[in-house]
């Protein structure tokens, strides 16, 4: 039978590599040096029994299958599915955005027999601020001054489009100086 230290060695090579970390990274991970890491890894060592604790929560494996002879290959969801979960419930939310534009112009085209054409401009800001959430949420806020920023200027657009015959393009005007404010906010968040 093989060393157990180094069966044990192999689990932690393998599940460093299969979630992507480099021995330095799992060391920053454990308040511990590279070099621990790679003795662990080879079978020279082994580390104290609260690191094997820190290591199976990392990996979301029970403790037995890095110490003992479970060779079950737990499947966690991998960060590209759960990039692809994360898009795909934004595009149905976003679609639903629309359908509900399109049911509220079929509404009041039945209803008061007129065409009601702004409820598709309004759903432009309604689908940024869904984007906005989501990125808020799952994407570490990735795109999120791009996204206040269509926010605000589609907001504006509609105000101006729906009081179109009111001649109040000047408001327009507003989202100059919001603009700068973000992006002097999102350079100050940048530098940090």
Known sequence: MENLNLVIGKKLLYL??????????????????????????????????EVFYNISKLYGVSLDYIIGDET???????TDDRKRIYLNITHLVVVSVWFVALLLFVLFDII?????WMVFAWAVPATFTVALVF??????????????????WSILLCFTLQFLTFNIWKILLVGIPVQIAVIIVSRMVKKQ
């Open 112 to 116: 008061s027999h007129t065409s009601q």
């Open 135 to 152: 990125d808020c949420i799952w994407h570490k806020r990735k795109g999120l001054f791009l996204l206040i920023s269509l926010l605000i």
């Open 16 to 49: 460093r590599k299969k979630n992507k970390l480099t021995q330095a990274e799992l060391a920053e991970k454990l308040n511990y040096s590279d070099k621990a890491i790679s003795k662990w890894e080879k079978g020279e060592s082994l580390p104290p029994v």
């Open 72 to 78: 079950i290959d737990p499947q966690p969801i991998k």
